[in-house]
């Protein structure tokens, strides 16, 4: 079933075969006909994570660089919409010379060229790919024909894994296989069987039903690896080098471990078990429900940013969600902020709630709680105070109110032509920009240099217009696109205000567990200290 945690699999499958010394590539093959994921509302598939190249993409990309600590680049993604559009392009321009042009083998070579891409780019020793979806579904059926033809070319360099849920209905109280050797079969009808399987179960998998495992799926007992529920994703690595997973792995393609050095990871782990204290942060934006559940999925590699900056401190994080448009509709509720250390607005779409996010902006600026703003979070910031120190009463965004004559973050030309013809797909500022940080500011205390490179995803900018009046009344443009044009960070001087900082790009997409990102240790730091 989805969700059970193949892409954390992957990426921790990725951490301790590094830890043995070979060049790992991460890979994810996304079963859904979008191009990429930039045209996906969050509550449809969670965090877009965007790379280092701009290409806007699952979240599990966001996994596989925060555990491997490194950027990867744009060919470790695919999406079946991907795929077909390369194929269904080439097939109108002739390339395919009069050829019948057939799914099974044209799609499925286009997936392989892919694959054998992105080995060479990385210049990979292993590449482990992720199948997205689950096992009997139609939509992945293509990669999994892919991977069956994979494996016919290179027999002794493909292995299958897979991830599998073995419930514990509450009734009865015990571990059942049966939905393993299902899904087992089913791979079979695909022509592909498992050489391992990662058992994912409340409690690990005991020696009988591995046993039982092994019988019935016909693969080793040595190859059933248990994969417990966990209080922390970064937990899964050293499970699966408990279980022996690496060992297994490089026996199967007689390689030999180069070395040993899991340390650093397993020292983050240990930190993060021991930390101490509470340091109570708000994130206070749009809720994204789904029925009667809500998904942080949204916002995860901000969580996880603020997670890798608190264990790096040594202290324990909560996180409390807080819904903007409650504040809207009564501001007295904006009382309960006082209760926080820290408050963070992330980034964001439309204009549901702006009003209630700027309120909070105001109540941190008056109250002196350090305030952390993302993306949409700076933009508000800006207006919030050209509303409130500078007088602009009416000052708002392009977004919010297009007809405004007070737009203080707008559409530079650039965007204003896209959206005139409608091109919306991968066509906001996106990816890795260089910014000049200027000295003696916040954002230089945390960075500790001039020249930062960081991602980006949004359409709109500080106006520049209005970036002089700003500046008068004390707001401090931190960070400039080297050219002096964009502006990158906003901040308030130290002397007024403890952490008042935003940022026009996405630091939470470079925050690492073993490389926590400067700004939200800064930030984290000033909550500590309030
Ligand atoms: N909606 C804003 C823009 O497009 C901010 C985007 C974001 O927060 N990622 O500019």
Known sequence: MSGV???????????????????????????YLNVDAGTMNPTEHGEVFVMDSGLETDQDMGNYERFLNKNLPAENYMTNGMVFKYVIDKERALGYKGKCVEPTYHITEEILRRIELAVRINDADITIIEVGGTAGEYQNAIFLEAARQLKIKHPKDVIFVMVSYLPVP??????????????????????????????????SVDKKR??????????????????PDVNSIYDVPLNFEKDGLSKEILNFFELKSKQNHLKPWRDMVLKAHSAKGELKIAIVG???????????????SVIEALKASSIDLGIKLSLDWKDSVVYERDRKQ?????????????????STGIEGMISTITYAREKKIPYFGLCYGMQLMVIEYARNVLGLSRATSHEIDPSSSTQIITL???????????????????????????????????????KILERHRHRYEVNPEFVGDLEKAGLV???????????????????????????????????????????????????LKK
């Open 286 to 300: 749009k809720y994204f429900t789904t029925g009667d559940y809500m998904l942080s999925d949204a916002y995860i």
């Open 210 to 227: 591995k046993e039982k495992i092994a019988n019935m799926c016909g693969v080793l007992m040595e190859h059933v690896i248990s994969a």
């Open 412 to 450: 530079m030309h650039d965007q204003k032509m896209k959206l005139k013809q409608k091109d919306y797909g991968a066509s906001m500022r996106l990816g890795a920009y260089p910014c000049s940080v200027a000295k003696e500011t916040l954002a230089y205390r945390a960075y500790k240099q001039e």
């Open 5 to 31: 945690g193949k892409g954390v699999s992957t990426a921790s499958l990725g951490t301790i075969l590094q830890a043995k010394g070979f060049r790992i590539s991460l890979m994810k093959a996304d079963p």
């Open 334 to 350: 904006l009382k309960e902020l006082s209760d926080y250390d820290g408050i963070l607005i992330p980034g964001g779409f439309g």
């Open 477 to 527: 443009f931190s960070g400039k696109s080297p050219d002096g044009i964009l502006m990158e960070i906003a901040e308030l001087s130290q002397k007024v205000h403890p952490f008042f900082l935003g940022t026009q790009f996405h630091p939470e997409f470079l925050a690492r567990p073993l490389s926590p990102h400067p700004l939200f240790s800064e930030f984290l730091r000033s909550a």
């Open 170 to 203: 509450g009734k009865l109280g015990e571990m059942k296989t049966k939905p393993t050797q299902n899904a087992v079969r089913q791979m079979n009808s695909y022509g592909v069987h498992p050489d391992f399987i990662i058992a994912r179960s409340e409690n």
